[in-house]
């Protein structure tokens, strides 16, 4: 058996991700390492708490001596790094903790991982010779597009909010521990990521909440900004691909390849609750547009060709098929079926 520590999975990526690899692979043990802040709950990972291949730690990645204890108590051979600060506007407000957790947080981890597995550097001990640092980042490093153009792995980083700057940092100490110490690397950056058990102050979320509520639906300055929908599981799929078979050193752009504009998204959602759920009026009713947030990109939207080429991914869903699904488990999370 291998043991390998996850960070952040009570959180949404995660802990889509944690049920679908204990199914897929029966030789791995997973630590999961949480923290447990607003963002996690453990509810997300109920189906998983009673499998003896899975075990739940809460605790700071930023906290080096329980790190350090993870590693030497299961001897991990393996990290795949979920955990972050991530909601754009909690960053602006309160840029400390992004620093801390996702800049500080990664280096303590990647320091404790090349140290417990190589003897110096660009030599690994014998036993840990396949280990690797599976880094998960975000489209929002390469900061805004024009128009017509895609982000690519070779697209320069131009970060545009506290939040993106930390997850740009975090890159960052990933590169360096591969060219400095040859620690066998990998880093994927995905677009803006949809589904079940994502955090209710996500847009889709929020939407449909608000929506159910009956409440205003608010929609930043004019609803145009663009964003590449990746359903979560397909991005799990990627994920799944990248540790195992991505070329060291390499970093992975993971894209669904379906831009709407916000006004789109909330119009797709009212229709959907319109028809599962009518009411009197249409949802769309509710629509209300506020004020812009600071330091709102306009656009962003990933080329996913390096690896659906090279590695062979693609995603099983569109937007219009991933959406409805998403509908559907909020409708049966808030008991409306």
Known sequence: MINILLTGTAGFIGSNFVPYFLEKYSDYNLINLDLLTYAGDLENLKECENNPRYKFIKGDICNRELVEFIFNEYDIKGVIHFAAES?????????????????????????????????KPFEYKKEYNKCRFHHISTDEVYGTLNEIDLFTEETPYAPNSPYSASKASSDMIVRSYQETFGLNTVITNCSNNYGP??????????????????????????????????????????????????LEGNVYNIGGRNERTNLQIVDVICTILDEKKPKNVSYKELITFVEDRAGHDRRYAIDASKLENELGWKADNDFDSGIVKTVEWYLKKNGIS
């Open 197 to 246: 058990k994502q955090h209710d102050e996500k847009l889709i979320p929020t939407i449909i909440r608000k929506a159910l509520n009956g409440e205003s639906i608010p929609i930043y300055g004019d609803g145009k900004n663009i964003r590449d929908w990746l359903y979560v599981l397909d991005h799990c799929k990627g994920i799944d691909l990248v540790y195992h078979t991505g």
């Open 87 to 119: 909601h754009v506007d909690n960053s602006i407000k309160n840029p400390g903790i992004f620093i801390e957790t996702n800049v500080n947080g990664t280096f303590t981890l990647i320091d404790i991982a090349q140290k417990y597995w190589m003897e």
